[in-house]
Every structure is written in C-alpha cells, then in structure tokens.
C-alpha cells in the first residue's frame, strides 16, 4: 500500500493522475492503492488536477473516459467480489 502525504493536494492529485495513467487503472483501483476514499481521488483529478497541471489532466480525463465507456462490461464486478469476500 502506498502512502501520500494528506496536507499536499497539489502533489497529491499529481500522485494520483500518474499512477491512474500509469496502471490505466480505475479511480476504485486507485483509492484502494493508497488507502484513500474514492470520492477523494475523483475530486483530486477532475477537480485540482486541472488547477496544477493541465496536460496531465487532460491524459487522466482520457483514462477517466475509457473507464466509463467500459464500466458497463465490468457491470457489478466489484460488487460481486465484494459479497464473495464477504
């Protein structure tokens, strides 16, 4: 599990973007990665990044796409993993 610094949402929200576009990963894959909420990740890239660095939110916003255009294949995955584990 990695750890961010809470203090700092400038580099946070970079942390973040980076690692979403590194891994195409999910903003749940994120949250769970740095054990954070996931409506803190989401506000931090759709919300901050865009304030920090723009490129890179333009990239993250890429990904953000994909997940949503897909969501739909995965339909319940999480949840269904979820009631699995218990």
Same mark, same amino acid.
Request: proline share 0%; net charge positive.
């Given at each position: 599990?990695?750890?961010?610094?809470?203090?700092?949402?400038?580099?946070?929200?970079?942390i973040?973007?980076?690692?979403?576009? @590194?891994?195409?990963?999910?903003v749940?894959?994120?949250a #769970? @990665?740095?054990?954070?909420?996931?409506?803190?990740?989401h $506000?931090?890239?759709t919300?901050?990044? $865009?304030?920090?660095?723009? %490129?890179?939110?333009?990239? #993250?916003?890429?990904?953000?796409?994909?997940?949503?255009?897909?969501r739909?294949?995965? %339909? %319940?995955? #999480?949840?269904?993993?979820?009631?699995?584990? %218990?």
């Amino acid at each position: 599990m990695k750890t961010v610094h809470k203090d700092s949402i400038k580099e946070r929200c970079v942390i973040f973007a980076r690692h979403l576009i @590194d891994n195409k990963s999910t903003v749940r894959a994120v949250a #769970a @990665d740095f054990n954070i909420s996931k409506s803190t990740v989401h $506000k931090d890239i759709t919300q901050a990044l $865009k304030k920090v660095d723009i %490129g890179l939110y333009e990239q #993250a916003k890429e990904v953000l796409e994909i997940n949503k255009k897909e969501r739909h294949i995965r %339909g %319940g995955e #999480a949840t269904r993993r979820k009631y699995i584990l %218990g």
